[in-house]
């Protein structure tokens, strides 16, 4: 029983990437910079020892140098495959975002950011009304400045104030959750903080959350 519902997890993570991994296979989805650290084609993720590790074969690209500009408290462990992504908003920012069908986050996250690939799942937190909205899909993968004129720093024409960027698409629209429901699945650090990072058991979690709010 306890292999099936693990299987069921695993089967139901996969369907979220399916879709937007066609769209990178058919050269619909491109890096947005620095190639030399990029495979030539997306590889599909396969979810194994779901209780100790993860053995994630994308998850071996991802370069040291993603490990930097955070620290250690807020990246995922480095033998944990990134399951999802919480981007952070207020109800300013948040119009822009989905006017834009783009997600942004301040420069500090930039390598970060770039671990993310089509397909997988991106929540949205807005801090002034303390909510967390979804569910959202990464269509490109992530990188600096996609466009740079999104979100526009008034003192610096034609630069970001969130240069570290993904496009979305709206997967389904879903009743926000409250910070009772969701904060107990997120790995917390300094008080309230928590990780932007998702493993995939927290980010299969959320999608459940989503769920039960919509049954």
């Known amino acids: 029983m306890k292999n099936q519902l693990i ?56 370069p040291d140098r993603w490990y ?29 975002d989905l006017r834009r069908q783009l997600l942004g986050l301040p420069q500090k996250y930039k390598d970060s950011v770039r671990a993310i690939t089509p397909g997988l799942p991106l929540f949205l937190y807005n801090y002034t009304a303390h909510q967390l909205h979804g569910v959202y899909q990464a269509i490109s993968f ?13 003192k610096c024409r034609g630069e970001s104030r969130f240069p570290a960027q993904v496009r979305i698409r709206i997967k389904k629209i879903c009743k926000p959750l409250e910070e009772d429901a969701f904060r107990p699945i997120l790995y917390h650090y300094d ?25």
């Open 191 to 215: 008080g309230p903080k928590f990780r932007l990072q998702l493993s995939v058991p927290e980010a299969l979690a959320l999608l459940d959350l989503f769920e039960e709010e919509e049954a």
């Open 142 to 154: 992530g990188g600096s400045n996609i466009d740079p004129t999104a979100w526009e720093d008034k």
């Open 68 to 96: 930097k500009t955070l620290p250690p408290a807020e990246m995922l462990p480095r033998n944990e495959a990134l399951g999802g992504y919480i981007f952070v908003c207020n109800n300013e920012t948040m119009q822009e």
């Open 7 to 62: 299987m069921g997890a695993a089967n139901q993570y996969r369907t979220w990437r399916i879709p937007a991994t066609r769209v990178a296979d058919d050269g619909g989805a491109r890096w947005p910079d620095d190639h030399r650290h990029r495979p030539a084609r997306l590889i599909d993720e396969s979810i194994r020892n779901w209780d100790t590790k993860i053995h994630h074969p994308f998850h071996l690209h991802q």
